[in-house]
């Protein structure tokens, strides 16, 4: 069945009064695999696909400039073996940029309270490593500076903007956080320092 057919059946279940959830379930059972996609739908029928993707990133930062960034693949889960990859990198982006803080191992780590986080496994290599680590409170995720500060200039930046794929998305995302200021930077530690 052509996508034009199918578009033929919308039509119909929107003249007969059925929801946009209702036509798509009549699809699936017509059509099986062969369904559209969710669509949007209207009175007038299809307006367009609308597929929202989901980019997920660690962002590791310090007072003054993004130390590492990683866009998390598509479908990959962040469990502790994932994390543990991702610290691994970091340290030797910490040592390769910021060399004076490793030489003297002045730095810390502050992450969530999330299960790969709190891993006895994480826990260990960043002990073995003597990186250290503050405590993130439970339940206090208005103290997460990626969460009251890169976030939502993130968010700001890119809301409201079409992309064509993840990939584009990545991109103004990466270019964004190249943009971010020094003294944005300085004032979400100070913020830190208040909540």
Same mark, same amino acid.
């Given at each position: 069945m052509t996508p034009l057919e199918q578009g033929a059946n919308i039509?119909?279940?929107? *003249?007969?009064?059925?929801?946009?959830? $209702?036509?798509? $379930?009549?699809l699936k059972k017509a059509y099986? +695999?062969?369904?559209?996609k969710k669509k949007w739908l209207c009175t007038s029928g299809i307006i367009g696909k609308r597929e929202r993707g989901k980019v997920m990133v660690e962002i /590791?930062?310090?007072? !003054?400039?993004?130390?590492?960034y &990683?866009?998390?693949p598509e479908g990959q889960t962040v469990n502790k073996e994932f994390y543990? &990859?991702? *610290?691994?990198?970091?340290?030797d982006v910490v040592r390769r940029k910021?060399? $004076?803080?490793?030489?003297? +191992? !002045?730095? /810390? *780590?502050?992450?969530?309270?999330?299960?790969? !986080?709190?891993a006895l496994m994480v826990k260990k290599y960043l002990a073995r490593h003597s990186v250290i680590t503050l405590e993130h409170p439970p339940y206090s995720?208005?103290?997460?500076?990626?969460d009251f500060y890169v976030f939502p200039r993130l968010k700001m930046k890119l809301e409201g903007h079409r992309f064509v794929d993840l990939d584009e998305v990545i991109e103004n995302a990466m270019k964004q956080l190249k943009d971010l200021s020094k003294n944005g930077f300085q004032d979400c530690f100070e913020q830190l320092y208040e909540r």
């Open positions: 039509k119909f279940c929107v *003249l007969i009064k059925k929801s946009p959830s $209702e036509t798509l $379930e009549l099986r +695999n062969d369904a559209m /590791f930062f310090n007072y !003054d400039s993004v130390i590492q &990683e866009f998390i543990l &990859e991702i *610290l691994k990198r970091l340290r910021r060399p $004076e803080k490793w030489a003297t +191992n !002045d730095w /810390f *780590l502050l992450h969530y309270n999330a299960p790969p !986080d709190r995720h208005d103290l997460a500076p990626s």
